[in-house]
Protein backbone atom coordinates (compact mmCIF):
# COMPACT_ATOMS: atom_id res chain seq x y z
CA UNK A 1 0.00 0.00 0.00
CA UNK A 2 1.38 3.45 -1.06
CA UNK A 3 -0.02 6.62 -0.72
CA UNK A 4 1.54 9.96 -1.88
CA UNK A 5 0.59 13.25 -1.10
CA UNK A 6 2.10 16.90 -2.73
CA UNK A 7 2.36 19.88 -1.42
CA UNK A 8 4.26 23.53 -2.17
CA UNK A 9 2.70 24.12 -5.33
CA UNK A 10 1.40 27.93 -5.37
CA UNK A 11 2.01 31.03 -7.79
CA UNK A 12 5.27 32.87 -8.23
CA UNK A 13 6.84 35.19 -10.82
CA UNK A 14 9.20 34.18 -13.50
CA UNK A 15 12.97 33.29 -12.67
CA UNK A 16 12.13 32.69 -8.54
CA UNK A 17 12.00 29.25 -7.03
CA UNK A 18 9.41 26.69 -5.05
CA UNK A 19 10.31 23.12 -3.41
CA UNK A 20 7.47 20.33 -3.92
CA UNK A 21 7.19 18.02 -1.22
CA UNK A 22 6.01 14.83 -1.46
CA UNK A 23 5.22 12.71 1.63
CA UNK A 24 5.56 8.63 0.94
CA UNK A 25 3.62 5.97 2.81
CA UNK A 26 4.42 2.49 2.67
CA UNK A 27 7.60 0.69 2.79
CA UNK A 28 10.08 1.88 0.07
CA UNK A 29 10.36 -1.41 -1.30
CA UNK A 30 7.30 -0.80 -2.54
CA UNK A 31 8.18 2.50 -4.81
CA UNK A 32 11.67 1.85 -5.61
CA UNK A 33 11.42 4.63 -8.34
CA UNK A 34 10.05 7.70 -7.67
CA UNK A 35 9.23 11.11 -9.72
CA UNK A 36 7.87 14.19 -10.50
CA UNK A 37 5.62 14.83 -13.57
CA UNK A 38 3.72 17.49 -14.57
CA UNK A 39 0.77 18.00 -17.10
CA UNK A 40 -0.59 21.31 -18.36
CA UNK A 41 -4.06 21.90 -20.01
CA UNK A 42 -4.24 20.37 -23.62
CA UNK A 43 -0.56 18.62 -22.95
CA UNK A 44 0.56 14.52 -22.41
CA UNK A 45 2.09 14.47 -19.16
CA UNK A 46 5.87 14.73 -19.33
CA UNK A 47 8.13 13.29 -16.50
CA UNK A 48 10.20 16.23 -15.32
CA UNK A 49 12.43 14.33 -12.87
CA UNK A 50 13.08 10.79 -11.40
CA UNK A 51 15.02 9.20 -8.45
CA UNK A 52 16.09 5.69 -7.51
CA UNK A 53 14.64 5.00 -4.29
CA UNK A 54 17.92 3.05 -3.09
CA UNK A 55 20.56 4.11 -5.60
CA UNK A 56 19.92 7.56 -5.49
CA UNK A 57 20.38 7.80 -9.13
CA UNK A 58 18.66 10.63 -10.83
CA UNK A 59 17.15 11.74 -14.16
CA UNK A 60 16.04 14.70 -15.99
CA UNK A 61 14.18 15.98 -19.09
CA UNK A 62 16.40 18.31 -20.66
CA UNK A 63 13.86 21.16 -20.38
CA UNK A 64 14.46 21.32 -16.69
CA UNK A 65 17.92 19.96 -16.78
CA UNK A 66 20.13 22.52 -14.12
CA UNK A 67 17.59 24.08 -13.11
CA UNK A 68 15.42 21.63 -10.88
CA UNK A 69 16.56 19.15 -8.12
CA UNK A 70 14.92 15.87 -7.04
CA UNK A 71 16.01 14.21 -3.50
CA UNK A 72 14.39 12.62 -1.01
CA UNK A 73 15.81 12.40 3.14
CA UNK A 74 16.99 9.80 4.66
CA UNK A 75 14.32 8.08 5.71
CA UNK A 76 12.98 7.61 2.38
CA UNK A 77 9.80 9.12 3.57
CA UNK A 78 9.64 12.62 1.68
CA UNK A 79 10.55 13.45 -1.96
CA UNK A 80 11.23 16.93 -3.11
CA UNK A 81 11.53 18.68 -5.89
CA UNK A 82 13.61 22.07 -6.30
CA UNK A 83 12.63 24.43 -8.85
CA UNK A 84 14.79 27.09 -9.73
CA UNK A 85 14.57 30.00 -12.50
CA UNK A 86 11.40 29.04 -12.90
CA UNK A 87 9.91 29.73 -16.53
CA UNK A 88 6.32 30.55 -17.05
CA UNK A 89 6.53 27.01 -19.71
CA UNK A 90 6.81 25.22 -16.19
CA UNK A 91 3.15 26.06 -14.95
CA UNK A 92 1.47 22.71 -14.85
CA UNK A 93 -0.20 20.31 -12.56
CA UNK A 94 2.69 18.21 -10.87
CA UNK A 95 2.05 14.68 -9.67
CA UNK A 96 3.94 12.76 -7.49
CA UNK A 97 4.33 9.17 -8.81
CA UNK A 98 6.00 5.63 -7.24
CA UNK A 99 6.60 2.47 -8.87
CA UNK A 100 7.14 -0.72 -6.98
CA UNK A 101 10.37 -1.59 -9.52
CA UNK A 102 13.19 -0.03 -10.84
CA UNK A 103 12.67 1.47 -13.92
CA UNK A 104 15.13 1.58 -16.53
CA UNK A 105 12.86 4.80 -18.28
CA UNK A 106 11.91 6.45 -14.89
CA UNK A 107 10.70 9.93 -16.65
CA UNK A 108 7.80 7.59 -19.06
CA UNK A 109 5.00 8.42 -16.95
CA UNK A 110 3.39 4.42 -18.24
CA UNK A 111 6.11 3.33 -15.87
CA UNK A 112 4.44 4.60 -13.08
CA UNK A 113 1.31 2.97 -10.23
CA UNK A 114 1.00 5.28 -7.72
CA UNK A 115 0.11 8.39 -8.14
CA UNK A 116 -0.34 12.04 -5.77
CA UNK A 117 -3.60 13.74 -6.63
CA UNK A 118 -0.60 17.05 -7.94
CA UNK A 119 -0.23 20.38 -6.65
CA UNK A 120 -0.27 23.37 -9.26
CA UNK A 121 2.07 25.54 -10.27
CA UNK A 122 1.78 28.85 -12.00
CA UNK A 123 4.93 30.91 -12.56
CA UNK A 124 3.87 34.54 -14.16
CA UNK A 125 5.51 36.73 -16.60
Known amino acids: QVQLVESGGGSVQAGGSLRLSCAAS????????MGWLRQAPGQEREGVAA????????SYSDSVKGRFTISQDNAKSTLYLQMNSLKPEDSAMYYC??????????????????WGQGTQVTVSS
Open 97 to 114: AANDLWARQPLAQSKYTY
Open 26 to 33: GNPYNRQT
Open 51 to 58: IYTFEGGT
